[in-house]
């Protein structure tokens, strides 16, 4: 029954239901478009890859003259979409004394080497260890001569440990 324009009786509650799932609409809309965009991208792929790493350009100098230590040299390619960290290096025929390591320069031109804790392996990158940038410091071994192969073990964040094999190579083969 109505009486001047007003509802009574049980079109009340219709109406109240009506403008419940009218409120609730919006947002459950909402999230289906962005679960369906979601669904959309990641099954393009483009939701991300585990790094996927490969090792090259494994050499490691030759000790020369009285030096205690010397280096070693990766080049890390990250084809995977997410980044990893080089975490450390070791070596069964180096029993300590691995560290990573960056290139620095002081203000006024002279070179040293600073310890890292961890090298960065980017996104769809490289990590390119060189004499002018990263590298591995490494005990010297008198014993190792050109063309030896020295196995490293590359320990990485997300990656785990990678064995590669480096040559031993005269410090000057780099540049």
């Known amino acids: 029954m109505t009486t001047s324009g007003t509802t009574t009786g049980p079109a009340r509650p219709v109406q109240r239901l009506q ?7 919006a947002p459950v809309a909402a999230c289906l ?3 369906g965009g ?7 792929g483009h939701a991300g890859t585990p790094p996927d790493l490969r090792v090259t350009r494994a050499h490691v100098f030759q000790p020369t003259g009285e030096a205690t230590e010397t280096a070693a040299f990766f080049r890390i390619t990250n084809q995977g979409s997410s980044a990893d960290e080089l975490t450390e290096v070791t070596s069964p025929a180096v029993p300590d004394g691995i560290a990573l390591s960056r290139h620095r320069m002081t203000p006024k031109g002279a070179a040293y080497r600073a310890a890292a804790n961890r090298l960065q392996v980017p996104a ?3 990590l390119d260890m060189t004499p002018r940038s990263s590298d591995v410091t490494v005990p010297a071994d008198r014993d190792w001569r050109v063309g030896d192969r020295i196995a490293f073990d590359l320990h990485f964040e997300h990656s785990g440990t990678v064995r590669v094999s480096a040559e031993v190579v005269r410090p000057v083969s780099l540049g």
């Open 124 to 126: 769809q990158g490289t």
């Open 33 to 35: 478009v962005a679960l």
């Open 19 to 25: 403008q419940s799932a009218l409120a609730v609409a």
């Open 38 to 44: 979601l669904t959309a991208w990641t099954s393009l």
